[in-house]
């Protein structure tokens, strides 16, 4: 099992930068990846970015690309989203997956799931 918490998240006005961070637990060394995912109010799951915990490969979404940084601490067994330049489509929560397996921009191939963390921002 991997516990997985959210932390971070929170109201910001339209062009602001925020961090959110992502702390594993538990039987973290069979992680190919970490990602994070978000939902919309009246949505569907939003792949953002994934990051491969061998060798620190990025992945993200397009609509993030260019503005969100994903990194890793291999050490804290924690992922980081680092989000500039926020727009109020960004509004949504956040999740922090970890993904045994590939794939990295389904969701269904991850495992384990966070609680999620809010992130509003407002124009």
């Known amino acids: 099992q991997v516990q997985l918490v959210e932390s971070g998240g929170g109201l910001v006005q339209a062009g602001d930068s925020l961090r959110v961070s992502c702390a594993a637990s538990?039987?973290?060394?069979?992680?190919?990846?970490m990602g994070w995912f978000r939902r919309a109010p009246g949505k569907e799951r939003e792949f953002v970015a994934a990051i491969t915990w061998s060798n620190g490969r990025t992945f993200y979404g397009n609509s993030v690309k260019d503005r969100f940084t994903i990194s890793r601490d291999s050490a804290k067994n924690a992922v980081y989203l680092q989000m500039n330049s926020l727009k109020p489509e960004d509004t949504a929560v956040y999740y922090c997956?970890?993904?045994?397996?590939?794939?990295?921009?389904?969701?269904?191939?991850?495992?384990?799931w966070g609680q999620g963390t809010q992130v509003t921002v407002s124009s």
């Open positions: 997956a970890v993904n045994l397996r590939g794939q990295v921009g389904i969701p269904n191939m991850y495992d384990y």
């Open positions: 538990g039987r973290t060394f069979s992680t190919y990846a």
